[in-house]
């Protein structure tokens, strides 16, 4: 801390004792106005994280005050690139837009998972319905281009112990180990995980993205597709689907049809950001009626329902 401290004195140019001044870059600086404070390792990568995909300043800018340091997150997830616009009705997505975005491969594109630390994934467990051996599968990140960027293996695969028990799609959830820690960086990032008492509103506009087919029994893309879609109310969703709805389900999606998830998009992330920019994970795509059918918005694992069970698993 003496160290940064005195670095940042000896910038200051034209330092005026009398009125306890000094300029930097051009800048007139109140000596008395600079306060250190200390900053945990992870705090700082958010930082230097978040200024360098804002652009609005280089990783090595200075910060000098306290008040510039957000209270959240602090366990550095959730920043993405920017989206470049707004899966079935989508368009393609950019390197960095969200990398968080994970292709989950036995010899070709299968499903999809989301990154939440750099030894966990997550992802939806009727993706392991067939199979479950983890020594078959192969994850990529990093790319938009499917099965390109990092690889990594599964250690293992640990589905929810209530998957399916009652409902064929209930507790759709599993997380992944991988088989060593990612390096991360602006292509390869963590997506925020929602407390379990987190909302996500109806009529909050979300993001999906997914490699999943283009149309319903259509073809697979080259290059991740995002699309917009809106979290659809409770009640709504219950008409649509009826008794195959449960409190660890959630509809998003576009009711006038055109826009949704599709075949190959399971697993993926429906992401939602808060007023700061922010990006959770609010849902896993778990199922639907063929692929963005008018009035059938897709159903996705609700992640604050399951978010108890995770932490457990992962301790993410």
Not at 13 to 34: A, C, E, K, R, Y
Not at 83 to 99: K, L, M
Not at 285 to 296: K, M, T, Y
Request: hydrophobic share 35%; charged share 15%; aromatic share 8%.
């Amino acid at each position: 801390m003496d160290a940064v401290e005195l670095a940042i004195q000896q910038r200051l140019t034209q330092v005026n004792m009398s009125t306890q001044t000094g300029s930097l870059n051009h800048l007139l600086i109140d000596i008395n106005s600079i306060q250190f404070t200390e900053i945990s390792k992870s705090q700082a990568e958010f930082l230097l994280k978040k200024v360098s995909l804002d652009g609005s300043a280089a990783p090595d800018s200075t910060v000098a005050t306290s008040t510039d340091i957000p209270t959240q997150p602090t366990s550095g997830c959730g920043i993405k690139g920017p989206t470049s616009s707004r899966i079935v009705g989508g368009t393609n997505a950019q390197n960095g837009e969200w990398p968080w975005q994970v292709s989950l491969q036995i010899g070709r594109h299968v499903c999809g998972a989301s990154i939440i630390s750099d030894r966990w994934l997550i992802s939806a467990a009727h993706c392991f319905r067939i199979q479950n051996n983890s020594t078959l599968w192969q994850v990529y990140m990093g790319s938009v281009e499917v099965g390109t960027g990092t690889r990594r293996d599964i250690r293992q695969i640990i589905v929810h112990p209530k998957y399916a028990l009652n409902n064929p799609f209930d507790y759709d959830v599993a997380v992944l180990e991988l088989s060593s820690p990612l390096s991360l960086s602006s292509v390869i990032y963590p997506i925020c995980l929602p407390s379990s008492q987190q909302v996500f509103p109806s009529g909050q506009q979300c993001y999906i993205t997914g490699w999943g087919r283009l149309a319903y029994q259509g073809s697979l893309p080259f290059i991740l597709q995002e699309a917009e879609v809106s979290v659809i109310d409770d009640q709504t969703c219950r008409n649509a689907y009826r008794s195959h709805i449960t409190p660890r389900m959630l509809c998003a999606g576009v009711l006038t049809g055109g826009v949704g998830s599709c075949q190959g998009d399971s697993g993926g992330p429906l992401a939602c950001s808060d007023s700061r920019g922010t990006w959770f994970l609010a849902g896993i795509v778990s199922f639907g009626v063929r692929c963005a059918v008018p009035n059938f918005p897709g159903v996705y694992t609700r992640v604050t329902a399951v978010r108890d069970w995770v932490e457990q698993q992962t301790g993410v």
